[in-house]
């Protein structure tokens, strides 16, 4: 079934209890096909140079600065990004905004180009490199004191959400580590969400940012401290992924299906602007793309089966109730399914699923062998892991999991 973007899924909450939350939306979002034509009106707010950030292959980012600087704007352009954005690759750029004078910051393209124009948008107004601001520094991370550049966010791939979170990711080639830096003052100040930008995507693209969109719905709603605001905004996020991303891969001008996926993209983006936590996924994935430079959907499809595995030890129940979400199967009647049988059906259904799209891969098409599982395990954070799990757990456990998908 396909889902049109104005009659999404919605359900009733699976849990029953009013938890305490906060939810911050700093970001203005505008949204529909051709709303990319109010970027010139927006930057006519700020002075100074303009940096777009954006990748050499999307057209898309060399039209917008022939157009900005037709129109008088001094536009600094920077085309060459990576998937992976990495420490040294910001830290230049934002040296380079700062000697120019910028004072906005244009993203044009997926994840990984908003990860890397936000943590320029921060390193031109607040001292120290992009490490400092990691996560990863623990007790020593550094304190963000300026508010960062307005940043203008402009997705060509409907997944990752970053058009709208307080999260930017990037690795340190020298330490082999990935992992994010958070903070709401990231947010970008504005959002522009045009279908029609990425209609161009390929199909291989469009599925892994499309199941990375699932993904970040998935993790707050698998996550120990999810409420019902989330568990709704979730389900809705990933049934329209899941009723739409085969489809515009099939059928790529499919603009009701593009908007459709485009939103549940913001939407999944949205949830993760909350304080609940990770189901351990994204942790799971991260030393992949750190170590063996696999793009972050594809991680992430090679991951989530061995994160659902653990999570029906934890939450069976939760687990279970995606067997409404997942793609259907006529020749099963989940309702007449035990929970562990309900269970065995969604690790199924994702394999399956994910299969369809050409995301079902073993770790070991990715170059991984045996003698490799040790290290991946040790570079996890067992603190996340232990929160997200809410149990004790130890490298050990983390590599005989990774084992059992080489």
């Not at 911050?24 to 505008?30: G, Y």
């Not at 707050?220 to 999810?226: D, G, I, L, T, V």
Request: aromatic share 8%; net charge negative.
């Amino acid at each position: 079934m396909v889902y049109s973007f104005i009659n999404i899924y919605s359900r009733s909450s699976i849990v029953s209890y009013a938890g305490r939350f906060n939810f911050k939306i700093p970001t203005e979002i505008r949204f529909g096909p051709g709303v990319i034509s109010e970027l010139e009106s927006i930057l006519l707010q700020f002075s100074g140079s303009v940096m777009i950030i954006t990748f050499r292959s999307l057209k898309v980012g060399s039209l917008i600065r022939d157009k900005l600087v037709k129109k008088g704007f001094n536009v600094i352009f920077h085309n060459d990004v990576r998937p992976n954005p990495v420490t040294e690759d910001i830290d230049m750029l934002a040296e380079l905004a700062r000697s120019k004078g910028c004072k906005t910051v244009v993203a044009i393209g997926g994840g990984s180009a908003i990860d890397t124009a936000k943590i320029v948008a921060l390193l031109a107004t607040n001292e120290g490199n992009s490490w400092d601001y990691s996560i990863e520094n623990s007790d020593t991370v550094r304190t963000i004191v300026n508010d960062p550049l307005p940043l203008i966010a402009v997705p060509t791939t409907a997944g990752t959400g970053a058009e709208v979170t307080h999260v930017a990711v990037l690795t340190n080639s020298s330490l082999k580590l990935k992992a994010p830096i958070v903070s709401t003052r990231m947010c970008p100040s504005y959002a522009l969400i045009d279908p029609e930008i990425t209609v161009t995507m390929p199909p291989a693209v469009t599925a892994a940012t499309g199941f990375d969109a699932f993904t970040h719905a998935f993790e707050r709603y698998e996550s120990p401290k999810s409420f019902p605001f989330i568990d709704d905004m979730a389900f809705s996020a990933m049934s329209v992924v899941t009723g739409n991303l085969k489809t515009v891969m099939e059928y790529p001008e499919d603009i009701n299906a593009r908007s459709a996926l485009a939103w549940a993209s913001t939407q999944a983006g949205l949830c993760l602007l909350t304080s609940t936590g990770e189901s351990g996924l994204h942790i799971l994935s991260l030393p992949l793309s750190a170590r063996f430079n696999v793009s972050h959907g594809i991680a992430l499809a090679a991951c989530i089966p061995l994160t659902l595995r653990i999570l029906t030890e934890i939450r069976p129940n939760r687990i279970a109730a995606l067997a409404g979400v997942l793609p259907e199967d006529d020749s099963v009647s989940i309702a007449d399914l035990t929970i562990d049988k309900k269970c065995d059906f969604v690790i199924r259904s994702m394999e399956s699923w994910l299969d369809s799209m050409g995301l079902m891969h073993r770790l070991s098409d990715f170059g991984v062998c045996n003698s490799d599982i040790n290290d991946l395990a040790s570079s996890i954070s067992l603190d996340r892991l232990q929160i997200a799990w809410e149990q004790d757990i130890n490298h050990k456990k983390v590599a005989d999991l990774y084992r059992e998908y080489l």
